[in-house]
Nanobody, 124 residues
Framework: QVQLVESGGGLVEAGGSLRLSCVAS????????MGWYRQFPGKQRELVAG???????NYADSVKGRFTISRDNARNTVYLQMNSLKPEDTAVYYC??????????????????WGQGTQVTVSS
């Protein structure tokens, strides 16, 4: 069993900041990439930011310079620091992990896992 649990969403005024956290737990052998996605009503999920196991990052153009992704490998945790928030950032934010799930002591299987989502609302 693998779980990703997000926290840190909420309501903030335009120009404000929020920090999202996501902790991966369970039968994890290792974690490759981690990332944050968001979903607007009626739209598909889109990548906000991603980070590799070695710390390389990439961002959607719409958040460059405002959002920062980071991770703590020892804690299997990924963060998203969101500054200068805009009303158009309002969405449900999902954590994603590309990880190797352990099955006993003998083998593992790679897969993509998602958190349950956390609502971010930015008021104008």
């Amino acid at each position: 069993q693998v779980q990703l649990v997000e926290s840190g969403g909420g309501l903030v005024e335009a120009g404000g900041s929020l920090r999202l956290s996501c902790v991966a737990s369970g039968s994890i052998f290792s974690i490759n990439g981690m990332g944050w996605y968001r979903q607007f009503p009626g739209k598909q999920r889109e990548l906000v930011a991603g980070i590799t196991s070695s710390g390389n990052t990439n961002y959607a153009d719409s958040v460059k310079g405002r959002f920062t992704i980071s991770r703590d490998n020892a804690r299997n945790t990924v963060y998203l620091q969101m500054n200068s928030l805009k009303p158009e950032d309002t969405a449900v934010y999902y954590c994603n992990a590309d990880l190797n799930r352990a099955y006993g002591n003998s083998w593992w299987q790679r897969g993509a896992y998602w958190g349950q989502g956390t609502q971010v609302t930015v008021s104008s």
